[in-house]
């Protein structure tokens, strides 16, 4: 049984994700969406509400089933079942999802990141495209979870980028590294064909590396 004051302070954690969103400019306005697991339930940001005047009662609560309990003051995301596939298939303890201008651009002229870039050794390698489906829908999560297998990120066609990991900072963080990815392989190929990719054996390399000298990648 999780405390009071332990949950309220999960739900400040998802506010200040929210509003990390905005100043990094991942999103603007009421877009995106941030979500933490506790237990067999997920604490997710609510539908509508600007991100400058949510409060910890205004986070919502799901479970990992769907069900919501009675009460809550905010409806939640529209994008709850996305989250709940991507908890239900992977290990993932947070999910933010955005809706960042170089993430969108990208996902309208390829079907997959390459590895332009060691960063992407992160996310399990090439940070493949999903489909369009309509924003919310069951179509969409179905998607997205075949694009992100064996991943932990993916973009979405028309629509922005979303990312798991094991905490909520890790997945602030992969979002902003892979719109930063995405702005690099969109200057790369506004200069001209990209002629150099990195191969699983040298993203191997990288990562025991990063293992040796304590970075995160």
Known sequence: MINA????????????ACQR????????????????????????????????????????????????????????????????????????????????????AAGLVTDEIPAIHYMIRQFGGPVRVADYATFGSADLASLVSQAIHGRTAALMRSHGLVVYAADLGAALAGCEQLEWLCDVYLRARAAGPIIATLDTDELTVVADAATQRGYRL
């Not at 409060?55 to 529209?78: F, M």
């Open 5 to 16: 004051e332990y949950e309220r302070s999960l739900r400040t954690a998802v506010i200040n």
């Open 21 to 104: 969103m905005v100043s990094s400019k991942l999103v603007y306005g009421t877009a995106g969406n941030v979500s933490i697991r506790v237990g067999d339930r997920i604490l997710i940001s609510p539908s509508s509400v600007p991100y400058s005047e949510l409060t910890p009662e205004l986070i919502c609560e799901v479970g990992l089933d769907g069900s919501v309990p009675a009460g809550q003051r905010a409806k939640a995301s529209s994008e709850v079942p996305l989250h709940l596939e991507l908890y239900r298939n992977s290990d993932a303890a947070a999910v933010v999802h955005a809706h960042s201008a170089a993430a969108v």
